[in-house]
């Protein structure tokens, strides 16, 4: 078990850009699956980016590609999410979860089904409005 603390959530106007943090106070995150999710007012939560624990490879939803980047920073124990040109519709709160991973094959994957992620961080709010 790791207790993930999220940071970084603004109130920004479209095309800007904002980098969300997510560290663990109580355990490394090398052995984890990490991944992004966030989820609207009235909608369902959705995950946005995720990255295997081993190569640290990484996958995103088709409405946040090629403006998000997911990165892991091993010697500050801490995973980004890089938004850039941000539209309204990325408004939510933002979620960093992590999933453990000890076998060769759970290093090598990762899941797209939020039940399946055991540990997860507060949430941090991002607003993007003019």
């Known amino acids: 078990q790791v207790h993930l603390v999220e940071s970084g959530g603004d109130l920004v106007q479209p095309g800007a850009s904002v980098t969300l943090s997510c560290g663990s106070t109580?355990?490394?995150?090398?052995?984890?699956?990490m991944a992004w999710f966030r989820q609207a007012p009235g909608k369902e939560r959705e995950g946005v980016s995720y990255?295997?624990?081993?190569?640290?490879?990484?996958y995103y939803v088709d409405s946040v590609k090629g403006r998000f980047t997911m990165s892991r920073d091993r010697a500050k124990n801490t995973v980004y999410l890089q938004m850039n040109g941000l539209k309204p519709e990325d408004t939510a709160v933002y979620f960093c979860?992590?999933?453990?991973?000890?076998?060769?094959?759970?290093?090598?994957?990762?899941?797209?089904?939020?039940?399946?992620?055991?540990?997860w961080g507060q949430g941090t709010q991002v607003t993007v409005s003019s």
């Open positions: 979860a992590a999933k453990s991973a000890r076998s060769v094959m759970e290093r090598l994957v990762v899941s797209l089904n939020p039940n399946d992620y055991e540990n």
């Open positions: 109580s355990g490394t995150l090398d052995d984890y699956t």
């Open positions: 990255m295997t624990a081993g190569e640290s490879v990484t």
